[in-house]
């Protein structure tokens, strides 16, 4: 009999149980102005891996967001980011581009940060023939997702990670939205339990004790290679997240000693837990939501959102 995988069993179940609150019923009529072109595979070598383009059709260039989703390393889909992808790009007139990636054991480190950077050069390759502005180009994550994006983050000025995981970035991040993330993986994977134990094995193939023997294993924390060259940044996080705590404040600091421009969202109620803003049921969710856009609107047109606290929720 095949063996339960119980960490994948975890990450699935509160997709599937947190699907329709993350992607609510009147959506399609409240940003019903955003257009999608689905499923444009980014990769030669994992032709499996796609992307989704949400955008308002006009004229003009369109600054450019990097959407990737979080899933515990072990699940997820792009497919669960449809609300937030579709928000973002009608209330800040972006091109926002949303990429799955391997997930799971079977795409263990490090075919899913190749995979990955392979996405943002067929942005760069691809740019003029959507209409996308590649110095407005923001990356944004949740989760997984958010360590995904800020390793892209470190990648981009690291000879030694291009070495390590054979990627290199062909453009560059002008900003970056991260969202209860883990960043010092070395931190998060030395807390021994059944169930980091179980992520660390569907992110690296191997085990926490066997980890620390891989080829990899130096690479793996942002943290370390967080430089004055670490794009500004809007990091939110939870002082009560069960699966990231410490994380998101871990990471304002090195910021800040590093002189990287640096906007926290902290949360603090147990309701407003691991990627609460993804639930548009709390206030603090709601004006998180927002806040993502006013930053996002700040970058791209050196303005905020008119009116933002009037902006239209699409879970009403």
Not at 183 to 193: E, I, Q
Request: proline share 4%; net charge neutral.
């Amino acid at each position: 009999m095949k063996k339960i995988n119980l960490t994948k069993l975890l990450f699935t179940a509160i997709d599937k149980a947190f699907y329709i609150p993350q992607n609510p019923r009147l959506v399609e009529r409240n940003l019903k102005k955003v257009k999608c072109i689905a499923n444009i595979p980014y990769s030669e070598q994992y032709p499996e891996m796609a992307l989704d383009l949400y955008f308002l059709p006009r004229s003009g260039k369109y600054p450019v967001v990097m959407e990737i989703h979080g899933g515990g390393f072990s699940a997820g889909d792009k497919k669960y980011r449809r609300c937030f992808c579709r928000y973002v790009a009608q209330y800040t007139g972006a091109m926002v581009v949303n990429v799955n990636y391997g997930v799971g054991e079977k795409y263990a480190c490090p075919q899913p940060m190749q995979q990955l950077a392979q996405a943002v050069n067929w942005i760069a390759h691809n740019a003029d023939k959507y209409g996308m502005d590649l110095s407005r180009f923001v990356v944004t994550g949740d989760s997984a997702g958010a360590y995904y994006s800020a390793f892209l983050c470190v990648l981009q000025d690291s000879e030694y990670l291009q070495r390590l995981f054979e990627s290199a970035l062909e453009t560059r991040f002008s900003a970056a939205v991260l969202n209860c993330g883990i960043y010092d993986m070395h931190k998060a994977l030395n807390k021994k339990s059944p169930l980091i134990n179980g992520v660390c094995r569907e992110f690296t193939g191997l085990s926490t004790d066997e980890v620390v023997h891989s080829p990899y294993f130096d690479g793996l924390s942002v943290n370390p290679f967080v430089t004055e060259n670490f794009p500004p940044t809007l990091l939110i996080y939870s002082k009560t997240d069960v699966f990231c705590k410490g994380q998101g404040e871990d990471l304002h600091n090195l910021l800040c000693q590093k002189g990287v421009e640096v906007h926290d969202v902290c949360a603090r109620s147990i309701l407003d837990n691991h990627v609460y803003s993804l639930m548009w049921i709390t206030n603090m969710a709601r004006q998180t939501n927002k806040k993502i856009l006013c930053y996002l609107n700040e970058h791209f047109y050196g303005r905020e959102t008119e009116n933002w606290q009037t902006l239209q929720d699409p879970s009403t």
